[in-house]
T-cell receptor, first 112, second 113 residues
Framework: GNSVTQMEGPVTLSEEAFLTINCTYT??????LFWYVQYPGEGLQLLLK?????DKGSNKGFEATYRKETTSFHLEKGSVQVSDSAVYFC???????????FGKGTKLTVNP | NAGVTQTPKFQVLKTGQSMTLQCAQD?????MSWYRQDPGMGLRLIHY???????DQGEVPNGYNVSRSTTEDFPLRLLSAAPSQTSVYFC????????????FGDGTRLSIL
């Protein structure tokens, strides 16, 4: 079945550091890929998405590129801020279904 | 805009009790779903609905019932709560069309003693 594997956290960075959170997936066909973010005490929000190979999703300084050859969708940001502290989830959908399959989440803490 | 509203935000139950977690959305979304979030497990799909009168099971449906009598509401019922159902529950909805973003409520934190 479909699955998502993302790097285990927690990840602790200093402000303005470079961020990478790795995400790889297993799926038949051509899934759509997403990053969701969960701030403390809140529900999840869509951060960015990519629906086909080589697409780059971007939002709020975060980027991720859909790499079919490596089945990856790594999240990057060049300079993190304290306000980026949250849990980040990689997820996929497939075959026109709205059902999301999530990774286990990576907690990011950014210190001033 | 209210978006997706979940009630209650917190609840403590005793084993064997029943309760209903409420979820309502005001965006006229057809697709609604329930997830549970457990430490180290990410979010797992419990039940989902593609429209009023239509529901289906997700990855972890046992111990939960749902119904969808209106487009707006999608309640989740625990008929006989068990400690293994202690979790944070999220409701989500999305509109028609491929790859529409899912909108999540703020969650219900449920503890079963």
């Amino acid at each position: 079945g479909n699955s998502v594997t993302q790097m285990e956290g927690p990840v602790t960075l200093s402000e303005e550091a470079f961020l990478t959170i790795n995400c790889t997936y297993t799926a038949t066909g051509y899934p759509s890929l997403f990053w969701y973010v969960q701030y403390p005490g809140e529900g999840l929000q869509l951060l960015l998405k990519a629906t086909k190979a080589d697409d780059k999703g971007s939002n709020k300084g975060f980027e991720a590129t859909y790499r079919k050859e490596t089945t990856s969708f790594h999240l990057e940001k060049g300079s993190v801020q304290v306000s980026d502290s949250a849990v980040y989830f990689c997820a996929l959908t497939q075959g026109g279904s709205e059902k999301l399959v999530f990774g286990k989440g990576t907690k990011l803490t950014v210190n001033p | 805009n209210a978006g997706v509203t979940q009630t209650p935000k917190f609840q403590v139950l005793k084993t064997g009790q029943s309760m209903t977690l409420q979820c309502a959305q005001d965006m006229n979304h057809e697709y609604m779903s329930w997830y549970r979030q457990d430490p180290g497990m990410g979010l797992r799909l419990i039940h989902y609905s593609v429209g009023a009168g239509i529901t289906d099971q997700g990855e972890v449906p046992n111990g939960y019932n749902v119904s969808r009598s209106t487009t707006e509401d999608f309640p989740l019922r625990l008929l006989s709560a068990a400690p293994s159902q202690t979790s944070v529950y999220f409701c989500a909805s999305s509109g028609d069309g491929y790859n529409q973003p899912q909108h999540f409520g703020d969650g219900t934190r449920l503890s079963i003693l």
